[in-house]
């Protein structure tokens, strides 16, 4: 026998011997090396393999206590996709190809939304020291798969994800949108749906304009009127309506499954008419609290000018009637936060006014947040500002900040300077893209970003979504990623994908010029993956 041949049959039997011994256990990975997943916030850190994992068309989804409800969550996702998903409910980590860890001890790295994602050849790993962290590894991993998956249309589709890690945590605690539904009213459904697309970009604050001299769009119990008679205007050519309690808490159980808390704004002492429509006895005498007197009771207004209304600062009824709203209002708020407003008025009560506010939102047991306005007086030391021009001197040191800075987030102002029916008044030539994502601060007492969208232009659907999207991605990034990360070139380059996402989604989203979009991709029927589901059922 010829020493070649012995040579060639040793290593014949030494790879038959380990093959045997292995058992497979560790499978092989495809040598296909997949895209990197356009991620949209842009994870702090991530690390990608040259290897792919194809998913299996039943998987097992395995957890450890507590991981119950991210379970859930990644069973929802596999199912739309079509895979067949099971768990296991032996608390082991170690007998699925899906394995969430939830771990409390992970907090020091990761803080409260912070998770790790691991996919290897042998399947995929989510970790994190909350359901909102496990939540957040959810999210991200839907945007591994094709865009498709929200319309439920990948059936006989394979997926296959690009192996890698990410080690992901958000840069601020403060992560929001808001919605003027006062001027113009947007209703339950709209709300959830606008909830779920914010939880796709781990947005977790969704602050509520609930009242202004147009319209009053909460129902108070004690107050009926306010719904009876204010929630009957809008701007010209706008909706009327309003939310009643049980819509608020349907609301809030919904955005609180996904990690978004409500914040509810009832502003005052200015941009009040409606309320003095509904109860006229809180008017000065001759009405001399309306100036100019823009509309009087019992009209409704239906214009766009601020500043002529307040409430009549000398009558303790007034002081009565915001502590009855505000007290009913905290009763059904879940979330730690009111809005008190306080912007847009000249008073000489006025910091007489926003103390006793603050004190009664304090009552009742919750932190006050009010326009920048609000701190040219002292107030409590856990108030909030939002700040959105940044004209005013401050009196208070050390006070938390949300940034809405007009010239970087006002959402109702266009995408471009030709967009028609949009606001102007803070930066005539629009509001791009990159004046979104260029947004930058070095206030160390800043808590996050929020983006408002105000209604005076916004009257339909299709409107509120061209407004948000694609800005409010920009939105997500720029809290959540830190800013030494940021670039905007490689965030528009990024954004292609999430079209098609946003087209699956249904959402009417403005085509920012500076992005090369997929135009082939139309909009969908007004659908995702998480709508309406809920974890507990």
Known sequence: MSSKFIRYSTIVTSVFLLVSCSGLKEPVAEKEVLPTPQIIPLPLN?????????????????????????????????????????????????????????????????????????????????????DAGLFYAIQTL???????????????????????????????????????????????????????????????RLH????????????????????????????TDGNSGYL???????????????????????????????????????????????????ALPPDLFEGYDVGWSRFCLEKPETYDFVSEVIGELASITKGPWIHMGGDEIEDPRYKEFVVKADSIIHTYNKISIGWEEVTQTKVSDDFISQ????????????????????????????????????????????????????????????????????????????????????????????GWTPEAKRNFNDFIKRLPEHGKRLSQMGVHFFPSPEVKWDSTEKTREVKSVFYNFNPEK
């Open 208 to 235: 509520l304009h609930l009242t202004d001299d147009q319209g009053w769009r909460i129902e108070i119990k004690s107050k009926p009127k306010l719904t009876g008679v204010a929630s009957k205007g809008s701007v």
């Open 387 to 478: 700040e959105w021009n940044g004209d005013t001197e401050s009196v208070m040191e050390d006070v938390k900040v949300i940034e809405s800075m007009c010239a970087n987030f006002y959402l109702d102002h266009g995408n471009t300077a030709d967009q028609k029916n949009t606001a102007t008044w803070c930066k005539k030539d629009g509001l791009s893209l990159q004046d979104v994502y260029g947004f930058s601060t070095d206030n160390p007492h800043v808590i996050g970003v929020e983006a408002p969208v105000w209604t005076e232009f916004v009257l339909n659907n299709e409107s509120m979504d061209d407004r948000f999207w694609p800005r409010a991605a920009a939105v997500a990034e720029v």
């Open 46 to 130: 991530s690390s990608w393999n040259n290897g792919t994992y194809k998913v299996p068309e039943t998987n097992t989804i395995c957890f450890n206590e507590g991981g119950k409800r991210t379970a859930v969550w990644l069973q929802k996702l596999l199912n739309s996709a079509n895979l067949n998903a099971q768990f296991s409910e032996t608390n082991n980590t170690d007998c699925g190809n899906w394995k969430i860890v939830k771990d409390e001890s992970l907090d020091l790295l990761l803080g409260d939304e912070g998770y790790i994602l691991d996919i290897r050849n042998n399947g995929v790993t989510l970790k994190g020291a909350t």
């Open 244 to 294: 009643s309690q049980e819509d608020y808490k349907e609301l809030q159980d919904y955005a609180l499954a996904r990690n978004i808390i409500i914040i509810p704004e009832i502003d005052m002492p200015g941009h009040i008419y409606s309320a003095l429509l509904a109860y006229p006895e809180l008017n000065c005498a001759e009405n001399a609290n309306i100036n100019p007197k823009k």
């Open 142 to 204: 839907r945007q591994f798969f094709p865009a498709g998956i929200e319309q439920n249309s990948l059936s006989n589709a394979e997926i296959k994800l690009r192996m890698g890690h990410i080690e992901d945590r958000p840069q601020y605690s403060w992560r929001g949108t808001m919605v003027d539904v006062a001027r113009s009213f947007f209703g339950l459904e709209y709300l959830k749906r606008h909830v779920d697309r914010m939880a796709l970009y781990k947005l977790n």
